[in-house]
């Protein structure tokens, strides 16, 4: 079956993108608000998840917390989900909240939002609705299923998190700073495994055959064709050093350079002993360029490199690189049998195919537990405060009009 692309997952860095994923892991760890955007991702689905979940037990959905409402609530039911209502005021506090945290405090700048995004009130508050409904029923289905998430998944998605850190101090720091305990956080990731466990169970990952490899590659050749897999040794060097601090840095690897090209050590033990990045224990190993991303000093160089062939001395704003470009891969017109695919390029392939399959066979699954389920939405109330005159709007968002 045809593959849609999700290969690269590029990562900024200090400099652009990093050269290596040792690399990001460091600059997310130096980098706070990096940090507090990767909880938000997190927790955000997890959050909604638990909050649902305790809604549900109480068998109406109209738990919504808001603080500093300067609006009317008019009380009803905007929907139920199998019997279980959800509550107008629960869809009009999420409304709202979005509406201020999205900056659209004037009816007009709401409108004009709406407008340029294809949705009116109505529509807005029937998808809404829609994520509350199908949030719930993704609960209903961990029950189902009888999916449990026990201490030890806990205490490995903790250390998990710490592990992005440079200590677990600094990892509660994020979380403090994003209004988050760790006792919360993990409240928060337990719904989320227990959805995560679901979609294993109802959507289990399965390896690709070779045919699917092949065909993959073949409507994605011109992205993959030409890739190259390499190693590095880096001395590093901050970007800001004076000249003296990098002229010791660059003659450091002409020294380590001049030891491989002599035969004196190999390059895979050179970086081992030399290397200041954390691929250093591979042997300097960073994977495939079509895999991840690298800075534009280092991409430049490798791209120049055949198989086998050591670089220079190669300047980025991390310091100083020697590169040996160790696979490549090139087909003239099309992939015909799956030796011609570098059996690491070849696992790497297989893992996105897998995890592909198994997210659009999980959501088919959803879609149709959603369809079979009775959900009835009752018409939206006049006087709900996010609804407004969308008589003069604009094609386009008028950022000047959000207050």
């Not at 603080?67 to 209502?85: F, I, K, R």
């Not at 007009?108 to 409904?133: C, F, H, K």
Request: include cysteine.
């Amino acid at each position: 079956m045809a593959m849609k692309k999700n290969h690269n997952q590029k990562h900024e860095g200090a400099g652009g993108k990093t050269p290596t994923k040792g690399d990001f892991k460091r600059e997310s760890k130096k980098a706070l608000g990096k940090g507090a955007k990767y909880v938000l991702v997190a927790i955000g689905v997890a959050a909604m998840l638990l909050s649902v979940t305790a809604m549900a037990c109480s068998g109406i959905l109209s738990q919504f917390q808001s603080s500093g409402e300067d609006y009317t609530l008019t009380g009803g039911v905007a929907a139920t989900v199998n019997g279980v209502n959800i509550t107008e005021d629960t869809i009009t506090k999420q409304i709202m909240s979005t509406r201020s945290s999205m900056g659209y405090g004037s009816d007009q700048g709401w409108a004009d939002y709406l407008a340029s995004s294809g949705m009116t009130p109505e529509s807005y508050r029937e998808n809404v609705i829609n994520q509350y409904a199908r949030q719930y029923l993704v609960t209903e289905a961990i029950k189902e299923y009888d999916i449990t998430v026990t201490q030890d998944d806990l205490d490995k998605a903790w250390e998990d998190f710490v592990a992005n850190y440079d200590s677990e101090d600094a990892a509660l720091e994020t979380l403090t700073n994003v209004g988050y305990t760790k006792d919360t956080y993990l409240q928060s990731m337990e719904s989320s495994l227990a959805q995560q466990k679901l979609r294993d169970k109802v959507a289990p990952e399965q390896d690709p055959t070779d045919d699917e490899i092949i065909e993959y590659v073949n409507d994605n050749i011109d992205t993959y064709n030409d890739a190259r897999r390499s190693s590095h040794i880096l001395i590093k060097v901050a970007s800001d050093a004076d000249d003296a601090t990098k002229e010791e840095a660059r003659q450091k690897a002409q020294e380590v350079l001049d030891k491989i090209n002599n035969g004196e050590i190999s390059f895979e033990d050179a970086a081992k002993e030399y290397s200041e990045d954390s691929s250093a224990s591979d042997g300097g190993d960073v994977g495939w360029d079509k895999m991840t991303s690298f800075v534009t000093e280092y991409q430049d160089a490798l791209s120049a490199l055949s198989k086998d062939q050591v670089s220079g001395i190669v300047e980025s704003s991390y310091g100083f690189h020697i590169i040996k470009c160790t696979d490549y891969f090139h087909v003239d017109g099309e992939v015909t049998s799956i030796d011609q695919i570098p059996e690491d390029l070849r696992t790497s392939l297989s893992d996105n195919i897998k995890s592909t399959n198994a997210n659009n066979d999980y959501n088919t699954w959803l879609n149709d537990y959603v369809d079979a389920a009775d959900i009835q939405i009752n018409p939206m109330p006049s006087d709900v405060p996010y609804n407004v005159d969308m008589s003069g709007t604009t094609s386009s968002t008028d950022e000047g009009s959000a207050q």
